[in-house]
Antibody, heavy 125, light 107 residues
């Protein structure tokens, strides 16, 4: 069974730092790209960052670029999000989500299929 | 960035109703469009990928279509467990973007 378990959330003051982790099981971790997606209280989903299998392709949303760093450890089957210079608007549930690559009608496509349960980050003084 | 716009933002319907949710992309995304269902306090669940392919285990009352910039998600006969929020998401660019969501409520 595919499982993704996030941890590391909590209460942090503005300007502070936090490191989120996502631990995977039930599949070959090193074969998949991953995403971080967040959801502010009562709001919609916002993609934050993605990382490829070998960490050679990394992308960030403009809202977190320069402050957040995504990384992975394939040996530990873990994904990380280092969050620095946190702001009140970063308050959200953070989900890790696995990307799957499939071919449909001869076209390669990639999308998040499995998601963790999320971890809450609250930025407040 | 590719912007995704869903309509309506909210919808009231009854069990047994047929309904359609629309998603529009700010530029052509071919068929790189996915649909998710989210219930309160839960993670999103994949329903449809590649614009019209039903994810394994998802009931056949869910269907979707579209390509380019205009997409639809249809639920043929609403069931009590379908009342949730639905999101479209584009995977045409590496920087994924989501629609703002459509909240489906019981009438």
């Amino acid at each position: 069974e595919v499982q993704l378990v996030e941890s590391g959330g909590g209460l942090v003051k503005p300007g502070g730092s936090l490191r989120l982790s996502c631990t995977a099981s039930g599949f070959v971790f090193s074969s998949y790209s991953f995403n971080w997606v967040r959801q502010a209280p009562g709001k919609g989903l916002e993609w934050v960052s993605s990382i490829s299998t070998g960490s050679d392709y990394i992308y960030y949303a403009d809202s977190v670029k320069g402050r957040f760093t995504v990384s992975r450890d394939n040996a530990k089957k873990s994904l990380y999000l280092q969050m620095n210079s946190l702001r009140a608007e970063d308050t959200a549930v953070y989900y890790c989500a696995r990307d799957i690559v499939v071919v449909v009608d001869g076209t390669r496509t990639q999308y998040p299929d499995y998601w963790g349960q999320g971890t809450l980050v609250t930025v407040s003084s | 960035d590719i912007q995704m716009t869903q309509s309506p933002s909210s919808l009231s319907a009854s069990v047994g109703d047929r309904l359609t949710i629309t998603c529009r992309a700010s530029q052509s995304i071919s068929k790189y469009l996915n649909w998710y269902q989210q219930k309160p306090g839960r993670a999103p669940k994949l329903l449809i990928y590649a614009a019209s392919t039903l994810q394994s285990g998802v009931p056949s009352r869910f269907s979707a279509s579209g390509s380019g910039t205009d997409f639809t998600l249809t639920i043929s006969s609403l069931q009590p467990e379908d009342f949730a929020t639905y999101y479209c998401q584009q995977s045409s660019s590496p920087e994924y973007t989501f629609g703002q969501g459509t909240k489906l409520e019981i009438k």
